[in-house]
Every structure is written in structure tokens, then in C-alpha cells.
């Protein structure tokens, strides 16, 4: 077991059950921040609950009251508002707190799809082509545009507002998806060319050394025409919607030059991106063979028994042992 530190894990507010501001009741297991906190206990760790939503006095004061050794990083939002996230980790950076996963510079690159986009196609890494569609301005869409599209919200995440509706074959339903996006979210939109091939999601852990645990796989029924053939909301997060259309998440089956070309690709990406300690890379493997990262997310769900620990589990590492390996990662950053 690594040394016993004092750790605050920062949470968002809604996810705290009533009565059980520090995830000691077992009602609160089927949650990511309960699996976390009851596995940094188990570790030796001292472990304390800041919840987070519009109450950043608050929490600089309990932050300086508990002086922790570190801070365990799940907030996803700040008011609700998933763009401010980057905030939180702000003013961590002020206060000279270190914290586990991706820091402001990463979570801004990769909260904006567009900007991420565009970086990773600075560092010569295939992303699919886009548009952009930006809310209250009129927009253009050359004649040039290649069908069909996936037109998605630029700053959600989860695929938040992703549906079978989402992929459009024509201009029309193209300014049809995006004005329910503007009108829904409040946002811009974003449509992306849809690539044919085999949905992959890549765990990389690290930092100086990267480590890449072995790939899983978003698997749709090749002989259902009609079904899903996006991850789209329903897919990731409705059980019945799955099995319905036989969808199921395994892992992915790789040759030996294709799993080096995707941990090479997902390297690089972690890399531009400003990613740390640990994030996923989510990408379409082409039947010719060629990778295109749709996008990278900062932190994904630690929850036992999710992606994440999955891949860390088939690759030798248990849950307990990642926590432990996020965590020394983010020890070794002086403030």
C-alpha cells in the first residue's frame, strides 16, 4: 500500500445522497464518487467530501481549514455549467493544492470539440472533417460539404444530445439538427463527418510514461440495418435500449500492428492535448485500417466495474491499484 495521505475528493453537489455527505452508506454504491471514496479508504487514505456547485467561498474555506495532501478530482461542472470545470481546477492551481487528472489547459481543449479538432490536426493525427454552427449567427455550408454528417452539441459530453436523428444525409436536415441543438442547449453545434468502421474506446494512464490499457468496443449488430450505428445517448446509458438493438460494450479484438498503431495514435493525442494521469480517447477504426479520434475525454467515469477499470483489470491492474496509480501520478506534481 502507498503511504496514507489526507485526500479531499471533490464531487459535484447532486451526486451526494441525502443524509450521507460522505459516502459511508452503502444506498450510495452504484455511484462512481462512492467507489472511489470507499477505495481510497480502504487504501489507508484519510479521506474528506467537498460537493461542489455555486459555492466556491465555501470551498476554498474548507479546502484551507483541511489542508489536504491532495485532492481527487471528480467535478464535472460549476453552476450546473459543464464549460466551467476548467474553474475548479483553477483555483486548485491557486491555492497550490495538487490534484488527480487533466489540468485547465487540457479540459479546455477538450471541453470545445471544434478546438480539439483543430489541435489535433496541427499535430497531423486524423480527425474527422467539420462544420461549425454557431447559435444566434447565420450559417454558411458550402456546397463542397460531404454527406453524411453527425451533427452533435460543441461542448457536451456523455453524448449529451447525440441520437439516431443526429446523423443527416442532406443540408436541410443538417440546419434542421443544429436549430434543436441552438434551441435545446443553448450552444453552438458541430457536425462532423461520420465515419464507417468500428467504435473504440482507448484508456491511457500516466504522464511521463504513458501506459495504454487494452482497447474496448461500442458492438453493434452487423446484421440489424435499421438499428443504431452511433454511441449515441441511449446506447451509452440506457440498458434496455442495448439489448433491444443487440448492443453491447466488450473488448475490442486487435491484431498486433493494429492494437501498436492505436496505443501509438491515442499517445500522441493524450500528448497535444495536455492531458495527465489518466483519460480516454475515443475513436473509428476504418476496415482500410486508418484511425480518426472523434474526441478525448478528461475524465472519464472511474466507477467500478465501468470502462476505465475494465480495461485497467484485463491489463493486470485492479481497482484499487488504479486509484493508487492515479494518485502517485499526481503526487509527484509540486504545486
Known amino acids: 500500500m502507498s503511504q496514507s495521505l489526507k ?23 452504484m455511484i462512481t464518487e462512492y467507489h472511489v471514496v470507499e477505495a481510497l479508504r480502504h487504501l489507508g487514505h484519510c479521506v474528506s467530501v467537498i460537493g461542489v456547485f455555486d459555492n466556491i467561498e465555501s470551498i476554498i474555506g474548507d479546502l484551507k481549514e483541511i489542508q489536504p495532501d491532495l485532492v481527487f478530482n471528480l467535478t464535472e461542472q460549476y453552476y450546473g455549467e459543464r464549460c466551467w470545470d476548467k474553474n475548479i481546477t483553477a483555483v486548485l492551481e491557486l ?5 488527480t487528472g487533466t489540468g485547465t489547459t487540457g479540459l479546455m481543449l477538450c471541453r470545445d470539440k ?10 497531423k493525427i486524423r480527425v474527422p472533417n467539420f462544420v461549425s454552427l454557431p447559435w444566434n449567427r447565420t450559417v454558411r455550408i458550402s456546397k463542397k460539404t460531404h ?6 452539441p460543441t461542448f457536451a459530453d456523455g453524448s449529451e444530445g447525440i441520437s439516431n436523428a443526429s446523423l443527416v444525409f442532406t443540408e436541410e436536415a443538417l440546419r434542421e439538427r443544429a436549430d434543436f441543438i441552438h434551441a435545446r442547449w443553448e450552444q453552438d453545434a458541430i457536425a462532423e463527418e461520420y465515419i464507417e468502421g468500428r467504435e473504440l474506446y482507448v484508456t491511457v494512464l500516466g504522464n511521463k510514461r504513458l501506459k495504454v490499457f487494452p482497447a474496448r468496443e461500442c458492438l453493434f449488430d452487423a446484421n440489424n440495418e435499421n438499428g443504431p450505428c452511433l454511441a449515441t445517448y441511449r446506447v451509452k446509458w440506457n440498458d ?11 473488448f475490442a479484438e486487435l491484431d498486433t500492428e493494429t492494437h501498436r498503431q492505436v496505443a501509438r495514435i491515442c499517445k500522441r493525442a493524450f500528448r497535444a492535448l495536455h492531458l ?13 485500417g486508418k ?18 477499470a475494465e480495461a485497467a483489470e484485463r491489463a493486470g491492474c485492479n481497482y ?3 486509484l493508487t496509480q492515479i494518485i502517485n501520478q499526481a503526487s509527484k506534481r509540486k504545486p
Do not use: M, Q
Request: some cysteine.
Open 95 to 99: 491555492l497550490r493544492i495538487p490534484y
Open 320 to 322: 484499487e491499484g488504479l
Open 147 to 152: 454527406y453524411p454528417l453527425v451533427v452533435k
Open 114 to 123: 471544434r478546438l480539439c479538432k483543430e489541435l489535433l490536426g496541427v499535430h
Open 291 to 308: 484511425i480518426y479520434i472523434l474526441e478525448a475525454n478528461p475524465n472519464p467515469d472511474l466507477a467500478y466495474g465501468e470502462e476505465v
Open 7 to 29: 485526500i479531499t475528493v471533490l464531487v459535484d453537489a447532486s451526486t451526494i445522497p441525502a443524509g450521507d455527505t460522505e459516502f459511508r452508506e452503502p444506498k450510495g454504491k
Open 240 to 250: 434496455a435500449y442495448r439489448e433491444r438493438w443487440g448492443i453491447h460494450f466488450g
Open 276 to 288: 495527465r494521469d489518466y483519460a480516454r480517447i475515443d475513436l473509428r477504426l476504418r476496415a482500410d
